[in-house]
């Protein structure tokens, strides 16, 4: 599938929305030949540890697919290219893939979170899509000396999507570690702390505030703590309007 990617400053970003998403992660699966390839999601916050950490950046740059999660990346396609697509968050993605897993025939293996909010996001996945093969599942606190172990449990479930929830950028450098060794994985997709919101201890924006691409203010609202990561926001639309327009001046010149 021919999927573009975009530089946005230090990061970049695939043009999919959730349909394309979907259809790409399917075909991928469906190719045996194809070693893991990585799902990580993009967004004005990660701009800004990529820029900060050097292996994240070297990282992102063999993603198979880099969706875009924030609706800062959404509107700086649009701003810097003119392509219009619209938000794919990881924890939505995430659940759709669920959900088609049973028609698609995936097997599916969940890694991280504690061992509580694990099996619950396990249980709820389950209520939630019948017919989902959750071949496989452990909570994100495996000791280093049972990292091999864990490894052999994925392989022997057969799983070919395999969540990981260890937040970033530990999950990203459990992928860079261990994907050499996964047998049968397909897709692994980075989904930081979607297990918590699943069972609850977590809450998303309502989808109202969502689709009004508000999903931030609304948790800034409920955790006003999360300022210095909104202010980010603010500064990755500030870079945007001098990139543009920084570029455009010097063209005109
Ligand atoms: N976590 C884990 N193992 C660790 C550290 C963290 O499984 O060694 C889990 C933690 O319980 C939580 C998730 O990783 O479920 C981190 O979520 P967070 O929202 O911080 O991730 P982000 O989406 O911000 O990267």
Redesign the pocket.
Known sequence: MNIKRYQVMEGAVDAVDMKSALDFIADYTSRKENPPGFVLAMNPEKVFALRANPFLRSFFAKAVLLIPDGIGIVKALRFLYGVKTSRVPGADLMQNICKEAPQRGYKIFIY???EA?NAGACEKLKERYPGICIAGRS???VPADKMNELVEAINASEADILFI????P?QEEWMATHAKDLTHVKICQGI??T??TIVGTVKRAPVFWQKLGLEWFYRLLKQPSRIRRQWKLAVFLKELLMLKYGNQKKAGN
């Open positions: 991280g979170a504690s909010v909570n994100g606190f929830a260890l937040g970033s530990k930081g702390g297990l918590d």
